[in-house]
Structures are given as structure tokens and as C-alpha cells.
């Protein structure tokens, strides 16, 4: 009956799944437990590794799994309708610019905190020029293409399982991921002469 | 180095495929065969991983912290609270916010641009009209006064009548 939840189910049960459909808090909270690091990587990503705004769509996203639980078909896994519903929230967002603002000023927060920067090729500085170079490339993406992009390369999904979140064709997914590359490219030319 | 002779389309096509690692064993193929050949391509594809590996970097947050999972824990229950309270129809609460409120700005709106708009279009009016106010003002106390003025002129009339000689007044 759940063959495509099995993985969801392990981690949080059947029964629990239920009484959280029906209202129970306490389950609901044992799904908080669950799935909040997860959501909240995927926020973060989503947020432009803003980590304040990653909380507050965590918590959107919470709030709305709770408000439509019981809508859950179990047809998806319940991690792949949650990631839809915060692709869904962020996607509303991001028309409202909000999450940009708050970049910029996480980004301010960045540079003055001298972020540690990993051992690598290139020098601190360089290093940091071109985490805001790729930070500013991001942004150029357009929606479908960040979308498509971030849960490819940051959540590791496969084209098909995005496809599934996002509700578009695969070959599709895959043609934005490829537009996002060449955007991205395009942004990045500098940096990779 | 010897030029690259894939078109843009096709190095983006093999940049994907290297970036997503999912495609048909054809595509891999063909990519392998064509790094073997094609320095560009390969330097290219070295520095897009690279750049690529700094970007996943970035991308792994640090931990939740106890206080950061207390916030969203509460914030989340108490919301959904909320929320279980709010999805009982509460027709009365939704009337306010969905119909009343936006009316009432709606109102003060349209009164604000009206009243604008008349002190903007008729201040002259607006004067003349004092002014009008005023000249009525004065008129009303002519008028309240005109009976006064007839007793006058009968006053003036009798006065003119005694003066006269008594011969002159047959």
C-alpha cells in the first residue's frame, strides 16, 4: 500500500503518520523531529545559504505541512511532498524579493565575520571573491532554472525525483539544468579562464 | 592546444552531464572520448568542478543549534496551534479581515483623495465663498435694522412738518 514511502515510514512509522493526519500533535512533532535538519539544508540551499531566512521558510514549511497533513495522499513519499510544498512557499517568496534583501545582508554579515575558507587553490581572498561571484551567478538563474539547479547539485536528487517535486516533464528538469549550467557559466566566465 | 571543435551547445551538454553524473552510458561515452582528445574541454570541465565543489562547499550549513530547534519547535507549535484554531470557520473573524478592513481603507482612501483634490481645485471657491459669508453677514444686519430706518424717515418727516410756518401749511 506505501511500497513508495517505505523509507519515510521507517523513520517516522505508519501509525504516527496517521495520527498526525488526524491532528495528533505529538506525532506531528515526531515528523518535526524527523525531517527538520533536512528541511532545513534544502531551506538553506533555496535561501542562498541565508541561514536566517533557511529558519524562517523551515518554519513556513512546518507550519504548512501541519495546516495540510491531512491531504496527504501517501501517493509521493512524505519527504518529496514536503520538499514540494517548500518549493512551492520559496518559489512565492522569492517574487517578493524578500529573500534577496536578506541576502545582501547576510552577505554583508560574511565578509565581515572573515568567513574560514576550506584550503584549496586559489588564496583567502580569491577564494572569497568567488563565493560572491557564485552567489551573484545563483542569482541570475531564473526560478525553474534555481530551483531545478539547487535540488540537483546541492540535494543530490535525481532528474526523475525532481521532476516529481516540481510537477514538470523530466526532459524539461534536464533542459533547465542544462540553461542553468550555461547561465552559470556565462556568470562565471572570469573565473573560469 | 588544439581548439575545441564542439559547438557551445554540445560543451554545455557535456558540462551537464558531467555536473549531474546522470545520463545514458552512450552520453558517458562519447564524454570520455572526447576528454581523451580535448584538452580545452578537459581543462574547461577541471575548473567548472572545481568552482562547482566550492559551490557544495557552501552549501553545507552548520548544525541546527539547541536554540536555533527550540525557536522553530516553538514557533511551529504554537503556530499550528494557532492554526487548528484558525481552521474552525470563524465567520465573524473572517468578515472583519476579508470584507470590513479593506472597505474601511477603501473609504478613508476615497475620502483622503476627495478632500485633496476639493482643497487642490476650489481654494478660490472655497475664499469667495467666505467672502460671500461675510457680505451676507452685513446684508442681515442692514435688514434686521431697515425698520429702524423707516421709523427714521417718519421721524424726519414730522420734524419737517413742525418746522414749516403755519402759513406756508395750508
Known sequence: ?????????????????????????????EIFIAYRDRVFNAAYHLCNFDREAALDLTQEVFLKVWEKLSQFDSRSDLYTWIYRIMVNIHLKERKKRRLY????????????????????????????ELRS??????????????IVFKLKLFSGMTF?????????????????????????????????? | MKKCTYTPEKINKLVSLTISSEGSPEEFNLLSQHLRDC???????????????????????????PREIARLRGAVFEGSKQNKKTTV??????????????????????????????????????????????????????????????????????????????????
Open chain 2, 39 to 65: 584538452e580545452v574541454c578537459r581543462e574547461k570541465l577541471h575548473r567548472i568542478k572545481y568552482i562547482f565543489s566550492e559551490l557544495t562547499e557552501m552549501a553545507k550549513p552548520d548544525p541546527l543549534t
Open chain 2, 89 to 170: 470557520p470563524d465567520f465573524s473573524q473572517s468578515f472583519v479581515t476579508v470584507l470590513l478592513k479593506p472597505l474601511a481603507i477603501a473609504i478613508c482612501a476615497i475620502f483622503i483623495i476627495f478632500a485633496g483634490w476639493k482643497i487642490y481645485r476650489e481654494p478660490a471657491l472655497h475664499t469667495a465663498k467666505i467672502q460671500q459669508e461675510k457680505i451676507s453677514e452685513e446684508e442681515v444686519d442692514i435688514i434686521s435694522h431697515l425698520d429702524m430706518l423707516k421709523d427714521l424717515e417718519t421721524i424726519e418727516k414730522l420734524v419737517k412738518v413742525l418746522d414749516e410756518p403755519p402759513g406756508s401749511r395750508s
Open chain 1, 101 to 128: 534583501e536578506r541576502f545582501l545582508e547576510m552577505f554583508q554579515f560574511w565578509t565581515e565575520k572573515n568567513h574560514s575558507v576550506e584550503a584549496s587553490q586559489l588564496s583567502g581572498l580569491e577564494n572569497q
Open chain 1, 1 to 29: 500500500m506505501f511500497a513508495k514511502t517505505s523509507t519515510d515510514l521507517m523513520e517516522i512509522g505508519e501509525i504516527t503518520l496517521e495520527k498526525a493526519k488526524g491532528g495528533d500533535s505529538r506525532a506531528y512533532e
Open chain 1, 133 to 146: 561571484a557564485l552567489i551573484k551567478a545563483l542569482k541570475r538563474l531564473s526560478p525553474k532554472q534555481e
Open chain 1, 160 to 193: 526523475s525525483k525532481i521532476s516529481e517535486i516540481t510537477g514538470m516533464a523530466e526532459g524539461t528538469v534536464k533542459t533547465h539544468f542544462t540553461r542553468a549550467i550555461s547561465t552559470l557559466q556565462e556568470e562565471l566566465k572570469e573565473w573560469l579562464q
